[in-house]
């Protein structure tokens, strides 16, 4: 591709000019400056640190911040994905925007589903499919293997679970343990990520 066709295809043009890894760098930095807010102010669906908490909505309700993440995860999709299904609502606005860059459909699943109460499902999930599960922030895995449970009782098959952040609460294993891979844009093991548990709003 010609620089003119990448201008012209890009939505962030200054990315043209930046090395993947320098991308990544500057996205992560974005990320942690829009959702590190003060402990006092956590919400339904944080998770916080000893420097405060991480907030999910904070970084999906900036566009600029929204738009490259939406990019990047739709680079570590699997070729053959059927369907996108998140946690509603924590997890809507960064679904509809991979769904919009990959053109796949969505289903969200209410949070009021969780426990032993029956799933509020807006959308499809249908047998055969193979399904990825997003999820803005990961800690101890609890929210994403509840969705993992329903699409397999769907009769679908998980493609994995998608992440932006990984808090390095044992996510990754909980979910291996189940048969599910964990795939993260900034992993527990990335320096600039903290540790991170769940306040509110349920088991991330």
């Given amino acids: 591709m010609t620089l003119d066709q990448e201008l012209a295809a890009a939505t962030d043009v200054s990315a043209v000019f930046l090395d993947p890894a320098r991308r990544r760098a ?14 006092s102010t956590a919400g339904s669906g944080t998770a916080t640190s000893a420097g405060g908490t991480l907030d999910p909505f904070a970084f999906q309700i900036r566009p600029t911040i929204l738009r490259r993440v939406a990019a990047l995860m739709a680079e570590e999709l ?26 796949l459909p969505f289903t969200l699943v209410g949070e009021a589903g969780a426990g032993d109460g029956p799933a509020r499902l807006r959308g499809e999930i249908h047998s055969g499919e193979q399904v990825a599960v997003l999820d803005p922030v990961t800690t101890t895995g609890g929210r994403a293997a509840r969705i993992a449970r329903l699409v397999r009782a769907r009769g679908a098959r998980t493609a994995g679970v998608f992440t932006v952040i990984d808090g ?37």
């Avoid at 930095?29 to 402990?39: K, M, N, Q, S, T």
């Avoid at 699997?78 to 053109?103: F, K, M, W, Y």
């Avoid at 527990?188 to 088991?203: F, M, N």
């Fill in 78 to 103: 699997p070729v053959r994905v059927d369907r996108l299904v998140t946690s509603d609502p924590v997890g809507t606005a960064l679904t509809t925007a991979v769904a919009l860059h990959t053109g």
């Fill in 26 to 39: 500057e996205l992560r930095a974005d990320i942690l400056a829009a959702a590190h807010v003060g402990g």
């Fill in 168 to 204: 390095g609460q044992g996510a990754g294993a909980a979910l291996a343990g189940a048969g599910h891979a964990l795939h993260a844009l900034f992993p527990a093991d990335d320096g600039a990520i903290l540790a991170t548990h769940v306040t509110t709003g349920g088991q991330v």
